[in-house]
């Protein structure tokens, strides 16, 4: 029996020279495809637009969609991840300009809409690599369940169903949006 060689383990910079490199997050070098349908990709642009209407006015800092891509998590530099929605503070890089490649600077909410591949193991897996990085906030979006997991990173949880109101707590400021409002 032949042994089968070792994957070709990429850097970083391998994934932003790739022609196709943002439908990829990189797992400790290993690329794996990302995969949204079409109602996760509406509840993340809903959310985002969301977000975006509440943050420009008063400059609280930077959101952004499913393409920006995290170097952000620590011992792990061959790992890029691509929240579908995701914000920094504006007190976290007040006059930095956006990378011109990945963030290293780990995000301050990370949002995470459940695709129809995704399970349960990659999505709780995504979730404790936001934890290690120190990212505050993080949502996970079910749009079949029509649900918000909120998850701290004092490990507290909250559940919010359709009848709830999500908040961006202390990481977005007077930030509110009905649950029942991204599933429109």
């Known amino acids: 029996m032949t042994a089968m060689p070792p994957p070709v383990l990429l850097d970083p910079d391998d994934l932003l020279l790739m022609p196709d490199g943002e439908r990829y997050e990189l797992i400790d070098g290993i690329p794996k ?38 170097r952000c998590f620590p011992g792990r530099p061959r790992t890029v991840r691509y929240p579908d929605v ?13 990378p011109d490649g990945f963030c290293v600077v780990a995000p301050d909410l990370a949002v995470e809409v459940v695709s129809p591949n995704d399970t349960f193991e990659e999505v ?38 359709e009848t709830g109101t999500l908040s961006g707590e202390d990481v977005i400021p007077g930030f509110e949006v ?3 409002d991204l599933f429109i």
């Open 86 to 98: 995701s914000f920094i503070s504006i007190i976290r890089m007040p006059n930095d300009p956006d």
């Open 178 to 180: 009905k649950v029942a």
């Open 124 to 161: 709780e897996t995504k979730i404790g690599e936001y934890r290690a990085a120190g990212v505050p906030l993080v949502w996970t979006v079910s749009p079949i369940a029509r649900t918000v997991m909120i998850r701290r990173l004092d490990r507290t949880c909250t559940e919010l169903g």
């Open 33 to 70: 495809e990302r995969e949204m349908g079409m109602k996760s990709s509406r509840v993340a642009g809903l959310l985002l637009t969301a977000i975006n209407n509440h943050i420009f006015p008063t400059n609280l800092g930077r959101a952004y969609p499913a393409q920006a891509g995290y």
